[in-house]
């Protein structure tokens, strides 16, 4: 038996193969967009692919199951609850699949959303793993507030939460202390508040160091598990009815975004997310282009900025990254978004203006500033007392609310937020000067 994790650092997702080596057969679990790794870790194994178990529709990235159905025609697993409108077999309570001698054991662990499940990996008659999607975490468990407007079957947070209490409780935790808890995320995913770095742990271990695995009375756990959430993304629901449909073949849909000329000119009006440093961004941009940077992120910022139902033009510094930036895009189901794509040089009109940050220092109440990190972040400090706080996947929506008397000053933790926050003010705002605090920021975190 060999267990293989696949990980995408961009949005801390983790896709898993199981190889039974006496039959050659691989079941995946939470596969990403991209389907070529997992066609690889069979081949290089001699090896095929005859099942696809997803834990639930997710929302923070697309699944690549129905492509590999049709590549390979592995059976897809779901659960019930799902409705899936793909072919499937439903993978109920219970349910299991045997490749070799191991079996893969279906726990409904509602919680994260209604339909999750988790799976129990049995090998020669003892269990050793357990597959526990977006329900247990290492040093957290999944947000119960995705779910209350998106998939099959649609619940509040309150009830979510208190299904999560049970599942933990009642199923997972009875698990043997030495079963290896895999998830299908670490941190930095929004799927969570608390992850950890580590990408697995042990049932023994988590009873001890999660928070949310600790004796507590279901209120508690309640309470303790909706509070101070992160924010929710603009294509979260998107991607959940996406993966609840099957998405389109990955490379075909890459292929098929509409690439520009150099420096193409798009219609007056249009959505254009421009990708580049910001230093090359404000000495030459379209107007009201988003700068929304290329980097480890990207995704993340692009589906909470622009929302699913926004048509965008594409804007990067050279053919090799447009081609990254697509792929990335790719990940959330965003390439169908591409009205098309193109190459800026440093040539366009408009221009942003630089904050003189020692005149700023000496006089901040000279001008407004804004904070558009999130509400936890300020939460825990603020850097200038009189600052606006408007998180940034809330920005485009309430940039009018933004006294425009004195310059605009926009400042994030660390300086990549406030390039697109700045471009978003600065097209809302066009008669104010607006500038970027950028990296100086880290300048003022402690005075």
Avoid at 41 to 66: C, M, N, R, Y
Avoid at 107 to 122: C, F, Y
Wanted: one cysteine or more.
């Amino acid at each position: 038996m060999k267990i293989q994790q696949f990980e995408d650092k961009g949005l801390a997702h983790f896709g898993y193969a199981i190889l039974s080596e006496e039959t050659n057969e691989v079941v995946l679990i939470d596969p990403a967009r991209n389907p070529q790794p997992y066609y690889d870790f069979a081949q290089a194994h001699s090896a095929s692919i005859v099942g696809v178990i997803e834990t639930h529709p997710h929302a923070d990235f697309v699944s690549s199951h129905l492509e590999i159905h049709q590549q390979t025609g592995a059976t897809i697993y779901t659960h019930s609850l799902v409705g899936a409108d793909y072919p499937h077999q439903a993978f109920d309570e219970g349910a299991v699949v045997q490749i070799g001698n191991i079996k893969l054991k279906s726990l409904h662990t509602p919680g994260h959303s209604p339909d999750s499940i988790s799976i129990v990996l049995e090998h020669e008659g003892k269990d050793k793993a357990v597959f526990t999607g977006d329900t247990l975490f290492i040093g957290d468990v999944g947000r119960p507030d995705l779910r209350e407007n998106a998939g099959n079957i649609t619940a509040k947070r309150e009830e979510l939460a208190r299904q999560m209490y049970r599942s933990t409780r009642e199923k997972l935790m009875k698990l043997d202390d030495d079963v290896v808890v895999y998830p299908a995320h670490g941190s930095g995913s929004l799927c969570g508040k608390a992850l950890s770095d580590a990408n697995s742990s042990t049932i023994g271990a988590e009873k001890i160091g999660n928070y949310a695995l600790q004796p507590m009375s279901e209120d508690a756990f309640v309470k303790i598990l909706t509070e101070d959430q992160p924010f929710i993304p603009k294509y979260f629901g998107y991607d959940v009815s996406l993966n609840k449909k099957g998405a389109p073949d990955y490379s075909q849909t890459i292929d098929s975004v509409k690439r520009l000329q150099k420096n193409f000119i798009p219609e007056a009006g249009a959505l254009i997310v421009d990708a580049r440093n910001e230093k090359v961004f404000k000495k030459g941009h379209y107007k009201g282009a988003i700068n929304i940077q290329n980097g480890g992120k990207f995704e993340t910022w692009l589906g909470s900025i622009v929302g699913p139902e926004e048509p965008f033009y594409l804007a990067a510094e050279s053919d090799a990254q447009l081609n990254d930036l697509i792929s990335k895009a790719a990940k959330i189901g965003y390439e169908l978004l591409i009205k098309g794509a193109f190459v800026l040089d440093d040539g366009a009109a408009y221009t942003s203006p630089m904050l003189d940050v020692a005149a700023f220092r000496q006089h901040p109440r000279d001008y407004t500033i804004v904070d558009i990190r999130n509400a936890s972040e300020v939460k825990a400090g603020k850097f200038f007392e009189n600052a606006i706080n408007i998180p940034l996947p809330e920005l485009r929506e309430r940039a009018d609310e933004i006294p425009a008397t004195k310059p605009i000053v926009i400042h994030c933790a660390g300086g990549y937020r406030s390039a697109a926050g700045s471009s978003i003010v600065e097209a809302a705002l066009p008669e104010t000067i607006v500038m970027d605090l950028s990296e100086a920021v880290n300048d003022f975190k402690n005075s």
